[in-house]
């Protein structure tokens, strides 16, 4: 069975420093979909940064970027640049195939001091 | 504008009463999603479907029902079966011509009375 791992339940981060999340995840495919979805106090849950499996490129989205490491199974986040819009739950997500059921790790929340 | 549509956005549920969320979504995606969120938590499964006419059970489907009678429409009924009805419930669709991205409704906040 799938599974995805977030250790920091909550983390804190200075306006304009950086910041990691860590998320390891567990599946036996060769082929998947790994995400960063992050849901503010709103509670809409948008996709941050998304990266296929078989790309060895790590995906980046403007301030956003990860550190894909498929044989350790490792798909930490960094926040460069942090903003006070950036506080917010953060979830770590693993998807097997198309049209799959997407496994979500618990959450880390993210703080950003002024 | 296309998007996911979630309703109500509060919902009051009396003992022994069935109730029923709604979820449209007119991006023309195949797949849809129920989770349920606790305080604090992450999101668990409730159904899914990959394709109209079709749905499989997620982590945690005692007490709720699904249809997907329509490729738009995807209703999760929650059973006087289900105890513990109180949480956030969050729809979303995804499609491969999408990236397989998790489009999300705004949620539906059920509280028992």
């Known amino acids: 069975a799938q599974t995805v791992t977030q250790s920091q339940p909550e983390m804190s981060v200075q306006e304009a420093e950086t910041v990691t999340l860590s998320c390891t995840y567990d599946?036996?495919?060769?082929?998947?979909?790994l995400f960063w979805y992050k849901q503010p106090p709103s509670r809409q849950m948008i996709l941050v940064i998304r990266?296929?499996?078989?790309?060895?490129q790590n995906a980046t989205e403007n301030r956003f970027s990860v550190n894909f490491q498929k044989a350790a199974k490792s798909f930490s986040l960094k926040i460069s640049d942090s903003q006070l819009g950036d506080a917010a739950m953060y979830f770590c997500?693993?998807?097997?195939?198309?049209?799959?059921?997407?496994?979500f790790g618990p959450g880390t929340s993210l703080s950003v001091i002024p | 504008d296309g998007g996911i549509t979630q309703s109500p956005k509060y919902l009051f549920r009396k003992e022994g009463q069935n109730v029923t969320l709604s979820c449209e979504q007119n991006?023309?995606?195949?797949?849809m999603y129920w989770y349920r969120q606790d305080p604090g938590q992450g999101l668990r499964l409730i159904y899914y479907?990959?394709?109209?006419?079709?749905?499989q059970k997620g982590d945690i489907a005692e007490g709720y029902s699904v249809s997907r009678e329509k490729k738009e429409s995807f209703p999760l009924t929650v059973t006087s079966a289900q105890k513990n009805p109180t949480a956030f419930y969050l729809c979303a669709s995804s499609s491969g011509r999408a990236k397989n991205i998790q489009y999300f409704g705004a949620g539906t906040r059920l509280s028992v009375l």
């Open positions: 599946t036996s495919e060769s082929d998947y979909y």
């Open positions: 479907s990959q394709i109209v006419n079709d749905f």
């Open positions: 997500a693993c998807m097997k195939t198309s049209y799959d059921k997407v496994i």
């Open positions: 991006l023309n995606h195949d797949a």
């Open positions: 990266q296929e499996a078989y790309k060895q």
